[in-house]
């Protein structure tokens, strides 16, 4: 059975899994080696052992933290231009996800609960502070999370094409809403993502407005070779928040309204054409919800706006830093 696939969503019930990301001197020595070039000169390339598995980034710089993360199906690779952009303006971290990029694939269920069991413990191994986030997709979720229990870490807040609200099916392609009917079922699903890859093969690049070249999609696809290396891939559109369903992810999402209305934290929220996840109504839900934010156009995108306008997230990430320095800086006219 062969199903064609376009931006898909969903969830399927899993058992939820906590950690405590708790670390002992011989959990955090960190392995590292020279990045992709992609990332320029001297980037590096590193891993840590996070929890019951390890952790990978992708590291350039000194000075205060600027964390990118990433969602599904993509990995730290997925920022490579924004990286690049930003280079010289602090310590640059690319974080691959857990069972995603050269991250360890640990066998979990792989629920958003277990992934910020690891992101968690993976802030808290390398003591990062003063940190500004730069999220999109789930990593949006999972960095919002983070910075939730971790007020007094947290500098600045960007978000592109982030998962943050329950998203109207009206608001969606009636192709992707077709087929997250699919992606649902539980052997339907598995047939699309684990044993077609339809989510690396199609999906991938039919978000991207121009499509990716052979050798960018080889790099993407190099994480998943087999059926069961997929599975992290199959349990996030099956977390997808549509129609306020499921409920496990409205409730993980909710948590963190309280701290986006009321934290002072500087924050950009990034709109695109057409975009994709970051919907009109959760536009005006921001405007409305979030303290201290700004809205601004990124231009061009679809939903791995990293691929289609680096330049534009790169400038909006130093637009505000440059704010925040000001904001910290003494009053000079005093």
């Known amino acids: 059975m062969s199903h064609s696939i376009s931006l898909g969503a969903s969830m399927s019930p899993a058992r939820p899994r906590f950690y405590r990301a708790c670390m002992t001197a011989a959990d955090t020595s960190i392995r590292t080696s020279t990045a992709r070039s992609e990332f320029g000169p001297d980037a590096t390339s590193n891993s840590i052992d996070v929890l019951d598995s390890s952790l990978h980034w992708v590291e350039h710089g000194t000075g205060s933290p600027i964390v990118f993360l990433h969602g599904n199906p993509t990995s730290s690779f997925l920022w490579r231009g924004v990286f690049t952009g930003l280079r010289g303006r602090g310590r640059l971290l690319a974080l691959d996800l857990i069972g995603f990029g050269d991250s360890g694939k640990p066998d979990i269920d792989y629920t958003l609960d277990d992934h ?3 992101v968690d413990a993976w802030f808290d191994a390398l003591d990062l502070t003063d940190v500004t986030l730069v999220l999109q997709d789930y990593g949006a979720a999972f960095g919002l999370t983070w910075a939730r229990r971790h007020p007094d870490r947290v500098k600045a807040v960007v978000l592109a094409e982030p998962v943050i609200r329950p998203i109207a099916s009206a608001d969606l392609p009636e192709q992707f809403v077709a087929l997250r009917g699919e992606v649902l079922k539980d052997v339907v699903g598995e047939q699309i993502v684990l044993e077609e890859n339809q989510f690396i093969t199609e999906l991938l690049p039919s978000a991207v407005l121009g499509g990716l070249t ?28 549509v129609d306020a369903r499921p409920q496990s992810t409205v409730d993980f999402l909710a948590a963190n309204e309280s701290w986006l209305a009321e934290s002072e934290v500087p924050k950009t929220l990034l709109t695109f054409e057409p975009g994709f996840l970051l919907t009109p109504e959760i536009v005006d839900w921001a405007r409305r919800n979030i303290a201290n934010l700004t809205v601004q156009s990124g231009g061009a995108g679809s939903h791995y706006v990293q691929e289609d306008a680096p330049d534009a997230i790169a400038s909006a ?14 009053d000079r006219t005093a």
């Open 116 to 118: 910020q069991g690891y």
């Open 214 to 241: 052979p050798e960018v999609q080889e790099v993407y696809a190099a994480p998943f070779p087999t059926a069961n290396s997929r599975k992290p891939i199959l349990v996030f559109p099956r977390a997808l928040p």
């Open 317 to 330: 990430v130093a637009e505000l830093l440059d704010r925040t320095s000001d904001r910290s800086s003494p």
